[in-house]
């Protein structure tokens, strides 16, 4: 998550907030959005996917491309689901790339939405004037060949665009109500032409021979067709477009998403099957012929297998699948371009809405354009396969954020949907995803080309235009006051003081640690600042003064001793807020108060169990801790990971003239002792520490807790690991670390040490 820096309205172009002056219209049901979602991926996928695979793939290579490609869809769907449900917004992609990783990337995946949908109509456009032209010339109604025949088929796409360019101006009713009649009828007559196939194959089994040889240019093929017809399968991200002007968009839009699914699949394979089906008599192999024909192999096979009408019955259809597909995709496109100017990455012309049909005609007159251009001067194979490699991208990312989401921002989210096996749907999908792109390229290499000019272009507009003028959103976090260390040396201290009241013992504690540590110390003070949920962004500050006297505190005990430099700043969610700025500022070690007591459904509490999960840097949490004087410390061991760090700790916080650190096992009857001595003698030198500091101590118990709880009373000061059981796991089962700290009337310091992968990880994912 990026951060932003607060600056006065008054001299900066940065907005706070988008004024809230007009909003668009809900009124689009389950049954409007599913409809657009199926209208969305029944257009191309079949008209002119079937012809291609079959002449690619072979027979069996076009019911495998449409079955696989669907499950993969399937995943990416589950994650646009859980995200739509939890942010039901205009924008999509955009709206979960924003609140995952910040400006930047939210600013591409909108541009590449915006651009994937436009290139996805501009496809369903030039579907729609290949099948109706040709159909008309065979009617004799035109009589044209060669450039010309070119020229009326690009002239009926534009006519066709633009048609559905006004209908989508008239307003989300108009487009909804529309999408749903050409949508049922397209899929009525899908679902007649699959049946037909079905009946032809039980009456005449020998057509099945169609399938013979099953996949003739071997398996490596499907991934090609995969990815050509993967655009195909995008309707789930209309859908996510639909969040400002559904009905009870969050459960709906996710029951959406999945209805969609799976009805285009089933009419997907029951269409391909009838395609190859309907063959016979060629002279040839059924799955050459059918590719011979190319583009046009679907329309070609199907009045083969319904002499007397399949010709107009495909011309309907592809009327009905054709302009519902394009009718969606230019509503989603336009929301897209529209979510970009609302908040004024784009300029704001693209957030205008109309004040009596409360349409974004703004956004509509620039996706108008890139559809009709696109649709005038691409070829047609190369408009698919940029389509599908613009979703890819697309995909990609949104599956990424729902797993920095689900990890990061989980219990700031409500959702109305939570995908089963997470991550395993999206790591999933991502995989495929990638796979597919590269193999993209065989079928055009225009794709990769225009793909990632699009790609850089955006780019460089965010650089020059969008950076500066991005308006802030209620998930950033935002830097009300800073004064950093520009350069990190040796060692970084980030120190997170909460009130004023605690900034001096915490300051204290930090200078032991930091002087244990030698002169090349830098300490950065953080404070959190705590805004009401209901209180806008552009009152922050007004909560900023008790972290300034808590910053100031702080200043006086440690500037005078180290590198000194702090910062101020506003999240809704403060464990959140943390963990950005450790990353951020590259901290070595986190240090923070910790009060004691858990909350119901937390171990430690809502700010510290995240901290401690996702920070990337050590971690040390100081509970009660107010003495000047540590003489004797207790280190509990049971071996962990985070032993080494507790031990170095209780090193750092001991009083070096006459103190003593114990470190002391308890095991139950029957099972093996941690041998300390084996473990001091490891660790004792890497921390530079003499012997004489350290003993050790054993004892047998039946009750671990009640053993170490008593034991503890002895001490000035206890030390511990924390446990690397997942949080779930802990919060059902318990650990005994936590437990431990929970119960402890002594001060106590709970040390997690970072792992160098799993930090990466985090750093990153």
Not at 17 to 43: A, C, D, F, K, Q
Not at 144 to 154: D, H, M, N, R
Not at 483 to 492: A, D, H, M, S, T
Not at 661 to 671: H, I, S
Request: proline fraction near 6%; charged fraction near 15%; glycine fraction near 8%.
């Amino acid at each position: 998550m990026e951060t932003t820096p607060e600056t006065n309205p008054e001299t900066s172009s940065e907005t706070e907030y988008p004024p809230i002056t007009t909003e668009l219209s809900r009124n689009l049901n389950l049954l409007h959005i599913t409809m657009m979602g199926v209208g969305m991926m029944i257009g191309a996928g079949v008209f002119l996917g079937v012809g291609n695979v079959v002449g690619i793939a072979g027979p069996g290579g076009v019911i495998l491309t449409f079955a696989l490609n669907a499950v993969i869809a399937l995943f990416t769907a589950m994650s646009y689901a859980e995200l739509s449900s939890a942010v039901p917004r205009a924008g999509g992609a955009y709206n979960f790339a924003r609140i995952a990783f910040g400006r930047g990337p939210s600013f591409l995946a909108g541009w590449m939405e915006w651009f994937a949908s436009s290139v996805a109509g501009s496809l369903y456009a030039v579907t729609f004037a290949l099948y109706t032209v040709h159909y008309l010339t065979q009617l004799g109604i035109i009589n044209v060949s060669g450039t010309q025949l070119l020229l009326i088929e690009k002239g009926v796409a534009i006519l066709v665009a633009s048609l559905f360019i006004y209908v989508n101006y008239r307003g989300a009713s108009e487009t909804g109500t529309l999408g749903v009649f050409f949508t049922l009828g397209q899929t009525v007559t899908l679902a007649f032409i699959a049946l037909v196939g079905i009946g032809t194959a039980i009456v005449d089994p020998e057509r099945l021979a169609n399938f013979k040889p099953f996949m003739p240019n071997g398996w490596g093929k499907l991934l090609i067709t995969m990815g050509f017809t993967y655009v195909a399968f995008e309707g789930f991200e209309v859908i996510a477009q639909t969040g400002d002007e559904a009905i009870d968009p969050r459960r709906n839009l996710p029951k959406a998403m999945l209805y969609s699914i799976f009805i285009v699949v089933f009419t997907y394979v029951g269409v391909a099957f009838a395609s190859v089906i309907g063959v016979k008599d060629v002279g040839e192999p059924a799955w050459v012929w059918i590719g011979s024909h190319g583009a046009k192999g679907f329309g070609e096979a199907i009045s083969m297998l319904i002499p007397s009408y399949g010709g107009i019955l495909v011309t309907i259809t592809v009327i009905f699948a054709s302009t519902s597909a394009l009718n969606a995709t230019i509503y989603s496109a336009t929301r897209a371009s529209y979510a970009l100017g609302r908040d004024h990455m784009l300029p704001p012309f693209f957030s205008r809405l109309h004040p009596k049909r409360r349409t974004p005609f703004g956004a509509l007159l620039f996706t108008g354009a890139l559809v009709i251009v696109v649709a005038a001067f691409l070829p047609t194979i190369d408009v698919a396969s940029s389509a599908s490699m613009m979703f890819l991208f697309l995909f990609f990312m949104v599956n990424l954020c729902v797993i920095r989401i689900r990890r990061n921002m989980a219990d700031e989210m409500t959702y109305g949907f939570v995908m089963p096996f997470f991550p395993f749907p999206p790591v999933a999908a991502i995989l495929i995803q990638a796979v597919l792109a590269i193999w993209l390229f065989h079928m055009s290499p225009l794709a990769w080309v225009v793909g990632p000019v699009w790609v850089i272009s955006g780019i460089v507009i965010y650089r020059l235009y969008s950076k500066q003028r991005a308006i802030r959103t209620e998930d950033e976090i935002v830097v009300l006051q800073e004064e950093p260390i520009p350069e990190k040396e040796e060692f970084r201290v980030l120190l997170s003081v909460a009130n004023p009241a605690n900034a001096i013992p915490l300051a204290q504690n930090c200078y032991r640690f930091c002087r244990a540590k030698g002169n090349r110390v830098e300490v950065e003070v953080i404070h959190m600042v705590p805004v009401p949920p209901q209180v806008t962004l552009s009152d922050a500050s007004k909560y900023a003064q008790p972290g300034q006297e808590a910053i100031t505190e702080a200043m006086l005990y440690l500037a005078p001793r180290f590198s000194f430099g702090s910062t101020m700043r506003y999240c809704r969610n403060v464990g959140r807020g943390v963990i950005s700025a450790a990353a951020e500022r590259k901290a070595d070690l986190l240090i923070m108060g910790w009060h004691g007591k858990g909350r119901k459904g937390f171990t430690l509490g809502s700010t510290v169990d995240p901290i401690l999960e996702r920070a990337t840097c050590n971690i040390l949490l100081f509970k009660e801790c107010v003495h000047q004087k540590y003489m004797k410390v207790l280190v509990p061991f049971a071996g962990g990971p985070n032993s080494a760090f507790a031990l170095e700790t209780a090193y750092a916080m001991v009083e070096q003239n006459g103190g003593q650190v114990v470190v002391f096992n308890v095991a139950q009857p029957g099972k093996p002792t941690q041998d300390i001595d084996a473990f001091l003698a490891e660790t004792v030198p890497r921390i530079n520490a003499p012997d004489s500091l350290f003993e050790a101590k054993y004892a047998i118990s039946k009750d671990l807790l009640k053993t170490l709880l008593e034991e503890a009373e002895h001490y000035d000061l206890v030390v511990i690991g924390a446990t690397e059981d997942p949080l779930f796991q802990q919060r059902f089962i318990g650990s005994l670390p936590e437990e431990f700290a929970t119960h402890c009337n002594k001060p106590l310091v709970m040390a997690k040490a970072k792992h160098p992968v799993k930090s990466f990880i985090k750093r990153w994912i």
